[in-house]
């Protein structure tokens, strides 16, 4: 008796649960080093480092595609929407 080969969907399916594990992990990290570090530093302070590290962190994984990204029909609700999300991480923290 043989034992079937576990199929490419089996595969995806499990590098979607590492891939989810090793995104909760860092997210909780994050979280843990940021209401650390509010503890010496200003919430603007940290903010400010933490979105320069994101926006470091997209500007590599977008290499060159932000000009189709940033066209938009309107870009109100983007701006309002940036700053619903900086005020929700401000209180946050």
Not at 33 to 49: E, N, P, S
Not at 53 to 77: C, E, K, N
Request: glycine letters at 8%; charged letters at 10%.
């Amino acid at each position: 008796m043989t034992v079937a080969a576990p199929s490419a969907g089996a595969d995806r399916a499990l590098l979607g649960i590492a891939a989810m594990a090793l995104a909760t992990a860092v997210f909780a990290c994050n979280d843990v080093i940021a209401k650390w570090l509010v503890g010496h530093y200003g919430v603007g302070q940290v903010l400010v480092v933490r979105s320069l590290a994101a926006v470091a962190l997209v500007a590599v994984v977008l290499r060159g595609q932000v000009v189709r990204l940033v066209t938009v029909d309107r870009p109100w609700l983007h701006v309002g929407r940036a700053a619903l999300m900086a005020l929700e991480v401000t209180c946050f923290y």
